[in-house]
Every structure is written in structure tokens, then in C-alpha cells.
């Protein structure tokens, strides 16, 4: 499908965001605790566009949360506490890596079921045909009940007088 | 056993076409994000005003212990539907007496003044949010965006994007009543 | 006057798909010959009037007949003329009509070269794929007729959007069309097949060159989306998981499924009912596809416009198509006779287990797509599902598929020696421990998961090359016995080959260029120097360069290591006046090793930009070539499959008589 990057969105936000992502004077100047930014903002999804990250965002809102981020790991909050942060103001849509709760244990654990299904049906199908091979002279449901059908039918004849 | 196995795809697909249906409401906007802050107390903040306009400045304080519900409105003299949204906000506060609060985003408080000396000043007090920090407290995503707050402090209703037009109006003023008549949105 | 003979056109084309609908399938019922042949006229009247209607648009927005409401939303007069060509498929309008037409000509040529299979079963299949035709001729019609007029005309367009202005992206629509429609005829082969009650060796040797020719346009239409996000979005990435680019990949890998799941129905007559399934779903999700792009479903960076309506009638299409197929398969599939038989250790049981990995693979991102609107219906609530998910999902399915890859051709059909495997394969399995740990040398830093990649691709590449050694003996017998060999392989054998070891380069690309990334962001006045990943950087400046329809600033880089000069990149921020918008054209070093990646912007920072400084954004991406490299091998791996002389002969020849259904399957 053709990719229509409609940023219609900033529009609402009027002119003259020429920023690009993330820019140098928003960058903290400990190597560690900027990767630690940048890391968080990857996580963070840009509240104005069609799924995109702050970290990647033009945005005027993606840089002000971008911002934002720094200045709370600079004040000591780990990760989880920045985002946790985020989410009291802009609730789990603000997380792209949702979050593991009841909502989402479903999603979470779909693809090990999904696994497990598919795993049970390659060995339903597996066991199906080793025993199958194993007996090759043996006959199938479908033979099986044709045959019993016919010997009723021969000793039902046998009875008639 | 072996049908239900077969019929499985059939089953599953119409399942999700149920939710896709319920996907295809028009009165749905995939874009919109309800606010977090509804039935919440109105966020911490404290703000300075905007120097000329004559009213003062507005924080968190200002919400509580009031006797009946507020309108808080983010606004911007950069923002073109703002624009048409204040006439609809004056004739709230002079037609129906609302109190009007607002913040200013990430706005020269030179600017504001001059948008406000033109199109006039409905505003009870205003909050000069030049970062644009206590917007994000707010979970703001794009100016304009209106809240009713009521009189406890307790935010009760947002209202994304210009209130201007008859489902806009519409729309905001039964939240109005609702929030006045005691009730939250 | 034209647009007018387009619309016209289009309804002529609906009439004759309606008749094709009809007629030749329930010619095969009756056993009717006329009725049955008449699909040949009607699909090729078909094709011809769509033609026809693509031609009208084309021609409108050539002119830039502004009369004409498509041509004024998506194309303006100082447009280059190659945009404005690409402009007809652009829109939402237009995209449809370009599927159709592939639809048509897709009809028409299983008519014209579709002879080697029996009268009654190519007749049902056109019935199918014309009920498909009358589907999307109708939506067209009804909800979004590219030929809408506009008076008075304006006097110019509104030009389309400037980041898509791009001979790259021009091109990605038709070929993932090619694709997804392709994926049409198989279905509609299937669901013939599920008519007349029997699936057998000839169906699937007639519906693999159809499957490739449509994995290859699909394998195509993503990389050229990759690479253009790569080089147009400003910061190095190729892939997001977003919505639409997930809904394109799905088919991609059920297809993959397909591909090989109807090598075994064909050579063993096992897995009939998985075959003829995933004909059925792949299908069923490029419909899916386009659904979620063109019905607002989903929010998506890439989404048309929104509209419900035409969302239900998208729904309604889909409902019918995919619950109708669906609903036969769970009828008529169990019927089928099973086939050959095969041991857990074979190529049999190694192919079902890639099945069902792919399966799983595919139904975890489906799910992960969708989940935020499950969400949203049951509790209310927004919620997102991102990268992390997708990555964190799709990973550990996909690993162990690409081991399987390597052992796959190993195996034997029927049964197979899987100690006698192994110990052939310690070596390879040794050296792609090695590779791990030489890269864990080389680098410094990087995830486990990164290592353990390298590792697997490294088995993929080598258990490749070594299963294609053995074949022509390699080592084994005089090299030019070897090379003979190799010349007498069918080409379906180099094909495999090819198309194993590009992934494995694929993979190399994609790690590569995600774990050892370096990234340099800095304000650069003239005369600032960088450095990055041993490369030193010097900006030399900007100057003013006009564009046809764009006004750019460009700046110089001069590139140099060790002293020694390497590169000058040209990085431009482009702004175009008519559609206000502005773009980043990145400038790129390409290696095999690495691409040198830098993009401008102006500073958000007001105190800097007051400086006359720039943002200057320098990528050091390792390897990233190897993606497009491999999806290249991809491509020609499939090119090579389908030019075997084998898949061409076809199906062994039936008596000549017109074969109806009414005896039982083999």
C-alpha cells in the first residue's frame, strides 16, 4: 500500500515545526543517561502522529516529551518511573511496548499459544501418520467401517433362512 | 471433532468481523485518545499570567472549592482555529455566565496580549505556559483543547480540537448542563 | 470527454465480469462447453475496458485535466512528468483501479496460458476470479469513482505529496498489487477446486508458478518500501510494524507457506488440506489489507483517507469472499483423500513444521495488529502495540524456522536420516559458532541476541551452500563434473539456493544494521568536523539549489579517513512551495561494509538556527546493503524457480476429453 506519511496532524500544531527528532541541544551531556533518554523515548509513542516514537518524531509535543524525559532521569527516575510518569498523563496508548497487565495477557501470551496450537497439531499429525506407516496394511476409519458394514450385512444374509 | 477442527478458520474470521464492524462506527475516531485525567483531580500546577491582559495568573488552586463547574481552555494566538473557537467561548461566558479559565501555549506573552486586545478577553484568569510543561500535565495532544472542571477540582469532561460548530457546540454545552446539573459527563 | 469513456468503460468491464461470473461456472455444473469458453472472450473483453479506463485516467493526469476531481487532489501542473504518471495510482480512487486492472490481466492470462489443466476446473476458476472482479468493479462504481468531475475546474491541483514524489515509491504499489492479486488466482483455484471436490498433484503443480511470479512482486513491493523508508525518512530505519506494513508482510509469509506447502501436495499428495488453506488465507489477507488501509480501521502513517462507508462495503466484500471460501473449506476439505505417507524425521515433516511456523508467525502479528481495537471494543480503552511487541514476538518464531532452513534440504522425502544429517553438518554448524564469536570480537558491545542471529544466519548460509555442494558433488569429482552438474540442476534447484542464502544475507543485513548503529547528532556551522565510526566529517556549508517544483538547501560533506579522503555527501532540506511542505533528502555512502548516512534539518532550538547552525544527523549503518542485496537474491531465486523448464511442461496431460468431476479423487 502506498506509504502516505498524511503528518496532517501537525497542522493542528500551525506552523513552523521544522524540528527533526532529536536534536543536539535537547541531548544530556552524560553519555549513559542520554542513552537511557533515548532508549525511553524509543518506547514512547507520539501522542499527535499515526505511530511514530517521539525519539523519530518532528513533532512539536514529541520534542516537549522528549524534553521531559531527560529532565526526569536527570532528577533520578529510572525507567520505569519515566514511563510510568508519561502514562499518569497520557494513559497506556502513550506505551508501544504494551504493558503486561490483565488487559494484555492475552496478547502476551498469543503467540507461545498460538506456538502451542501449532505444535499440537504437528504432532496430532505426526502421530497420525507414524502410525499409519507403521501399519501400512492396516485399513482406514473410513475402510474400516465399510468393511464392518459389509460382514453385518453377510452374517445378517447367513441368518436368513 | 475433525469439522469443528476444519471449521475453525470460518469461526475465527467471523469473529473478527464482528469487531471490525464495531471498528467501522462513524461516530469513531481511530486517532482520538480519551483523556486519562476524567474523574481525576485536576493536575498540580501553577502559572504566571500574561502581563497586560489585566487578569491574573492561574494555578491549581483557583479549581478547588468553587460552587459550581469551570471551563478550563488551552489556547494559542499561533493557533488558526483558536480563532473561531473564542467567539463560541465568549458567548458561553456573557449568554450563560460561564467561568472561563485559560492557558496560554507556548505562547510570547506579547503575542497573546495582542490577540486578545483584538478579538477580546473572556478569560477569568490566564496561565502563561511557555514550555508548555502543564499542558503535558493536562495530556495535552494539539490547541485547542477545553476541559470542564468541576467544582471540587474534579476534571469531568475534554473536549479535543475547536469547539466551534453545531455538533461541537452541541456537544460541549450537554456536557455543560450535565457537569451543572451535578452529575459528571 | 475521455474520463467519461473511462467511467463508461468501467461499467462495460462490470457487465462483463457479471457474465463471467455466471456463466462459465455453471457450464462446468452442466458440462456446457460453450458456456465453459466463454470465459476466454469475457476476461479478455475485461481486460481490454479496464485497460481502457486506466488509460483515461493516465491520460487526465498527463494533461492535468483539472475537470477531473482525482487528478486536482493528487497532481499539480509543475509536477514532473513521471509523478504525474504515477500520480493515476496514487490515490485511493486510482490504487483500486490499478488493482483491477492487474485483476483483469491476471483473468485474462489464466485464459490465455492456463491450458494445461481441464476445461471445467479453469472455468470455475475464472468464475472465482470474476466474482472477485465484480466485487471491486462495483466498490469502484459505487463508492469511488476515480472519474468524478469538478466544476469549474480549478486552476491548478493540489499537488501531491512531496514525500512520495520518489521514483521508488512510484513503483511500490504496482508491484505489491502484482502481488496481492496475483495470490487472487490461487484462491480462486482453490475455491474452484473445493467445487468440483478434489484437490490432486496437477492442481499443485499448476497453481506454483503462480505463487512465485506473486511472492516475487510481494518480496519486491516490501524491500522497495524498506529501502525507501530507509533513504527518505531521515534516520536509518527500514521497518516499523506499523499497521499497513504488517498487513503486507503477512501475505508475504503465508505465501511463503503456500509456495512450499504445494511442493509436497504436488510431489507426495500429503498436506492437501493445508495447501489448499493457506491458497485460501493468503488471499483473504491481502483482501484484509486492503480493508484496514482504505476503512479508517486503524490509525497508520501510511492510511488513505477515512471513510466508513466505503469501509462496509469493504467489509461486506470481505465477508462474502472470505466467509464464503472459508465456509466451503470447512465443508468440502475434510472429504479430501489423504495423501502420501511420511515419517516425523522427512522433508514431509520438516515442510509441515515450516508451515506451521510460518502459520504461527503470521497469526502473532495479525494478532498484535489488531489487538488495540480488540481492546478498544471490549474495555474502551487505547491502548498500543509496537515495535517492542512485534520484535519481542516475531524473533523467537522466526529463529528456529531459519535452523529448519538450513536443515530442510537435507532431508529426504519419506524418511530421513537425521543422525547421519547431523554429523554432515557439524562442520557448518561449528563454523557458524565461529562467525558469532569473530563478530563478538570485531564489535564492541551488542545484544546476545545479536551474536546468536549471526550464528544462525552464518548456519543458513553455509548449511545452503554445503546442501548445493553435495548436489553437484563439489570437491567430490573434477570440477568440471561439478560444474556440468550444476549446469544439468533444474533450475528450481539453484532457485532454493539462491533464495535461502539471500535470506540468510538478508539477516545479516538486518542485524548488522541494528545492533552496531552509531549515530551522530550535532549543530554544524561551516568548517565543523565530526567524527564517526573512524570516518572524520567536515561540513563545509550550505548553498540555494532550485528544484522543478522545490526549493532546497544543500549542504556539503567532505568525508575522509585516515586522512584520507573517501566521499563527499550532499545532504538537502527541501521545501516545496504549492503543498507547504518541507522534506529531508538524506544523502548516503553505500558499501557492502556500511552506509555513511547524513540528513539536515534546521535547529528547533532558536538560539542555535539564530547562529546560522544546522542540525546535522550522521548515521554509521553496518551491513545494511546486505538487505537489499539478499532481498535481490530473493527476487531472483523465485526468477529462477520459475523459469524451470518443468513448471512450464505443467501438469501430465489428461485424456482428451472434457474433464467433469464424477470420478472420485485419486
Known amino acids: 500500500m502506498i506509504a502516505r506519511l498524511v503528518l496532517i496532524l501537525m497542522l493542528a500544531f500551525a506552523p513552523v515545526t521544522t524540528a527533526f527528532a532529536v536534536e543536539p541541544d535537547e541531548m544530556l551531556s552524560d553519555p549513559v543517561l542520554e542513552a537511557r533518554a533515548r532508549d525511553v523515548s524509543r518506547q514512547l509513542r507520539c501522542v499527535v502522529c499515526q505511530n511514530q516514537d517521539i525519539d523519530s518524531s518532528n513533532a512539536g509535543i514529541a520534542r516537549d516529551m522528549r524534553l521531559l524525559v531527560r529532565e526526569r532521569i536527570v532528577e533520578g527516575d529510572t525507567n520505569a518511573e519515566v514511563l510510568d510518569f508519561m502514562v499518569a498523563r497520557y494513559g497506556n496508548f502513550v506505551l508501544l511496548r504494551p504493558p503486561f497487565n490483565p488487559q494484555t495477557y492475552v496478547l502476551w501470551f498469543a503467540p507461545l499459544a498460538l506456538a502451542l496450537v501449532a505444535g499440537g497439531f504437528g504432532i496430532a499429525v505426526m502421530v497420525r501418520v507414524r502410525r499409519q506407516s507403521a501399519h501400512p496394511d492396516d485399513l482406514s476409519e473410513a475402510e474400516d467401517a465399510a468393511f464392518q458394514a459389509l460382514s453385518d450385512a453377510d452374517a445378517k444374509d447367513e441368518t436368513q433362512p | 471433532?475433525?469439522?469443528?477442527?476444519?471449521?475453525?478458520?470460518?469461526?475465527?474470521?467471523?469473529?473478527?468481523?464482528?469487531?471490525?464492524?464495531?471498528g467501522l462506527d462513524p461516530e469513531r475516531d481511530p486517532s482520538a485518545i480519551p483523556s486519562v485525567l476524567i474523574s481525576r483531580p485536576a493536575p498540580e500546577f501553577t502559572l504566571p499570567e500574561v502581563a497586560g491582559t489585566g487578569v491574573p495568573g492561574f494555578?491549581?488552586?483557583?479549581?478547588?472549592?468553587?460552587?459550581?463547574?469551570?471551563?478550563?481552555?488551552?489556547?494559542?494566538?499561533?493557533?488558526?482555529?483558536?480563532?473561531?473557537?473564542?467567539?463560541?467561548?465568549?458567548?458561553?461566558?456573557?449568554?450563560d455566565g460561564v467561568r472561563l479559565f485559560g492557558i496560554n501555549y507556548q505562547d510570547e506573552p506579547e503575542d497573546a496580549l495582542r490577540w486578545l486586545t483584538e478579538l477580546g478577553n473572556p478569560y477569568e484568569r490566564i496561565g502563561s505556559d511557555l514550555e508548555g510543561r502543564v499542558a503535558i500535565e493536562w495530556g495535552l495532544t494539539g490547541v485547542p483543547e477545553t476541559f470542564i472542571v468541576g467544582g471540587d477540582g474534579t476534571v469531568l469532561y475534554k473536549y479535543v480540537g475547536p469547539v466551534v460548530g453545531e455538533t461541537a457546540v452541541r456537544e460541549f454545552t450537554t456536557a455543560l448542563a450535565q457537569a451543572r446539573a451535578g452529575g459528571s459527563s | 470527454m475521455i474520463p467519461e469513456i473511462g467511467q463508461f468503460s468501467l461499467a462495460i468491464a462490470l457487465g462483463f465480469a457479471l457474465v463471467q461470473s455466471v456463466l462459465p461456472i455453471l457450464g462446468a455444473a452442466r458440462g456446457n462447453?460453450?458456456?465453459?469458453?466463454?470465459?476466454?472472450?469475457?476476461?479478455?473483453?475485461?481486460?481490454?475496458?479496464?485497460?481502457?479506463?486506466?488509460?483515461?485516467?493516465?491520460?487526465?493526469?498527463?494533461?492535468?485535466?483539472?475537470t477531473v476531481l482525482n487528478v486536482v487532489e493528487n497532481s499539480n501542473s509543475l509536477k514532473p512528468m513521471l509523478f504525474k504518471i504515477a500520480g493515476t495510482w496514487a490515490s485511493h480512487e486510482g490504487s483500486l483501479l490499478l488493482w483491477v486492472l492487474i485483476l483483469t490481466i491476471f483473468g485474462a492470462a489464466v485464459s490465455l496460458f492456463g491450458t494445461n489443466i481441464s476445461e471445467g476446473l479453469r472455468a470455475r476458476t475464472l468464475s472465482v476470479q470474476a466474482w472477485i472482479s465484480v466485487g471491486f468493479f462495483s466498490f469502484m462504481i459505487f463508492t469511488s469513482n476515480p472519474f468524478e468531475r469538478v466544476f469549474p475546474p480549478p486552476p491548478d491541483g493540489n499537488d501531491l505529496n512531496p514525500l512520495l514524489q520518489d521514483f521508488g515509491l512510484a513503483l511500490h504499489p504496482p508491484l505489491l498489487y502484482i502481488g496481492y492479486v496475483g495470490f487472487s488466482i490461487v484462491f480462486s483455484f482453490a475455491v474452484a477446486a473445493l467445487i468440483e471436490g478434489r484437490v490432486d498433484a496437477a492442481w499443485a503443480r499448476w497453481v506454483r508458478p503462480w505463487t512465485l511470479a506473486s511472492w516475487m512482486s510481494l518480496t519486491a513491493g516490501i524491500a522497495l518500501g524498506s529501502w525507501w523508508a530507509y533513504y527518505e525518512l531521515g534516520w536509518g530505519g527500514w521497518w516499523f510494524w506499523d499497521p499497513v506494513e504488517n498487513v503486507s508482510f503477512m501475505p508475504w509469509l503465508l505465501g511463503t507457506a503456500l509456495l512450499h506447502s504445494a511442493i509436497v501436495t504436488e510431489k507426495r499428495g500429503s498436506l492437501k488440506s493445508w495447501t489448499i488453506l493457506l491458497a485460501i488465507l493468503t488471499f483473504s489477507l491481502s483482501l484484509l489489507g486492503a480493508f484496514i488501509v482504505r476503512s479508517g480501521l486503524l490509525t497508520s502513517v501510511h492510511a488513505f483517507a477515512v471513510d466508513p462507508l466505503r469501509g462496509l462495503y469493504l467489509l461486506g466484500l470481505l465477508g462474502i469472499s472470505i466467509g464464503g471460501s472459508l465456509t466451503l473449506y470447512a465443508w468440502r476439505a475434510p472429504t479430501f483423500e489423504p495423501g502420501g505417507l511420511f515419517r516425523p524425521v522427512s522433508r514431509e515433516a520438516g515442510l509441515l513444521v515450516n508451515n506451521l511456523l510460518l502459520a504461527t508467525a503470521t497469526g502473532t502479528v495479525l494478532f498484535g495488529t489488531l489487538y488495540p481495537l480488540f481492546v478498544e471494543?471490549?474495555?474502551?480503552?487505547?491502548?498500543?502495540?509496537?515495535?517492542?511487541f512485534f520484535n519481542a514476538a516475531f524473533i523467537p518464531i522466526a529463529l528456529p524456522l531459519v535452523i529448519l532452513m538450513g536443515l530442510g534440504p537435507f532431508l529426504s522425502w519419506k524418511r530421513a536420516d537425521l543422525a547421519g544429517l547431523m554429523d554432515r553438518l557439524k562442520f557448518v554448524l561449528a563454523l557458524s559458532v565461529l562467525a558469532a564469536l569473530v563478530v563478538w570480537y570485531l564489535t564492541e558491545g551488542g545484544p546476545v541476541l545479536a551474536y546468536l542471529t549471526v550464528a544462525i544466519a552464518a548456519w543458513l548460509l553455509l548449511a545452503t551452500l554445503q546442501e548445493w555442494a553435495g548436489r553437484i558433488r563439489l570437491g567430490k569429482v573434477p570440477l568440471r563434473d561439478a560444474m556440468r552438474r550444476a549446469r544439468n540442476l533444474p533450475r528450481a534447484a539453484h532457485g532454493t539456493t539462491m533464495a535461502h542464502a539471500g535470506l540468510a544475507i538478508v539477516i545479516f543485513g538486518f542485524v548488522g544494521s541494528t545492533a552496531w548503529k552509531s549515530e551522530e547528532v550535532v549543530f554544524v556551522t561551516p568548517g565543523s568536523e565530526i567524527s564517526i565510526a573512524g570516518y572524520?566529517?567536515?561540513?563545509?556549508?550550505?548553498?540555494?539549489?532550485?528544484?522543478?517544483?522545490?526549493?532546497?538547501?544543500?549542504?556539503?560533506?567532505?568525508?575522509?579517513?585516515?586522512?584520507?579522503?573517501?566521499t563527499t555527501l550532499y545532504p538537502e532540506r527541501r521545501n516545496y512551495p504549492v503543498a507547504q511542505y518541507s522534506t529531508t533528502e538524506s544523502s548516503i555512502r553505500s558499501t557492502l561494509i556500511g552506509d555513511i548516512y547524513a540528513s539536515l534539518s534546521e535547529p528547533a532550538d532558536p538560539a542555535a538556527s539564530a547562529e546560522g547552525a544546522w542540525t546535522l544527523r550522521i548515521l554509521y549503518e553496518p551491513l545494511v546493503f546486505f538487505i537489499w542485496?539478499?532481498?535481490?537474491?530473493?527476487?531472483l531465486g523465485g526468477a529462477l524457480s520459475l523459469s524451470d523448464r518443468r513448471l512450464r511442461v505443467g501438469a501430465p496431460q489428461r485424456a482428451p476429453r472434457p474433464d467433469i468431476a464424477t470420478t472420485p479423487a485419486e
Open chain 2, 1 to 22: 471433532m475433525k469439522r469443528l477442527l476444519f471449521a475453525s478458520p470460518v469461526l475465527i474470521s467471523l469473529i473478527f468481523g464482528g469487531f471490525f464492524l464495531w
Open chain 2, 59 to 95: 494555578a491549581r488552586a483557583d479549581l478547588v472549592g468553587n460552587s459550581e463547574p469551570v471551563v478550563v481552555n488551552i489556547f494559542a494566538s499561533w493557533c488558526v482555529p483558536c480563532r473561531a473557537e473564542h467567539a463560541v467561548l465568549t458567548r458561553l461566558v456573557e449568554e
Open chain 3, 33 to 66: 462447453a460453450l458456456w465453459m469458453r466463454s470465459a476466454h472472450a469475457t476476461s479478455l473483453a475485461q481486460v481490454t475496458f479496464t485497460l481502457i479506463a486506466f488509460a483515461a485516467l493516465m491520460r487526465s493526469f498527463v494533461v492535468s485535466d483539472f
Open chain 3, 377 to 388: 471494543a471490549l474495555a474502551g480503552e487505547r491502548i498500543s502495540v509496537g515495535p517492542p
Open chain 3, 536 to 566: 572524520d566529517v567536515v561540513f563545509e556549508g550550505i548553498e540555494r539549489v532550485m528544484g522543478p517544483n522545490y526549493v532546497a538547501n544543500r549542504g556539503t560533506l567532505t568525508i575522509t579517513r585516515d586522512g584520507e579522503y573517501v
Open chain 3, 629 to 635: 542485496l539478499g532481498s535481490t537474491m530473493l527476487i
